[in-house]
């Protein structure tokens, strides 16, 4: 993600992304924000809505990236409603381009990397082909 999108979720959500002031040892979230600007909605949303959690209890950011073609949002506790929230944003980030946030349903492999993008989007991207179901 972006310095812009990046540093405008530290700003709005300080409370939830605090961990990536710590070490790589410490927690994932050093990395920042390990995906593109596309799913930047998609994790302002979740923050919201945890943040609104937050107030009640204390809720931290652990890891936020893509893999497989996938958002993974990981959070430091456990609770039915967090759970709902995160595989909420999982789902959406599944069928959102994450290079420009368009709706899409494909993923793609470009350079061995699984991606979710739309048609314009990986038409842009080197060796980019839609992925065999």
């Known amino acids: 993600m972006n310095e812009k999108n990046t540093e405008a979720l530290y700003v ?7 961990q990536h002031l710590l070490t790589p040892e410490e ?5 920042r924000f390990q ?16 943040q609104k959690i937050t107030s009640i209890q204390p809720i931290e950011a652990t890891e936020v990236k893509q893999k497989w073609g996938s958002l993974r949002y990981r959070v430091n ?4 409603e967090i759970d709902k929230l995160i595989k909420h944003a999982e789902d959406r980030a599944r069928v959102t381009c994450e290079a420009c946030g368009a709706r899409s349903v494909t993923r793609y492999i470009c350079a061995r990397w699984r991606i979710v993008l739309c ?3 990986a038409k842009k991207g080197r060796d980019c082909v839609p992925e065999k179901s």
């Open 77 to 80: 506790m456990d609770s039915p």
């Open 12 to 18: 709005k959500f300080p409370q939830l992304y605090k």
């Open 27 to 31: 927690s994932s979230m050093h990395w």
């Open 35 to 50: 995906c593109d600007n596309g799913w930047f909605e998609i994790i302002y949303d979740i923050s919201v809505q945890l």
């Open 119 to 121: 048609a314009n989007c």
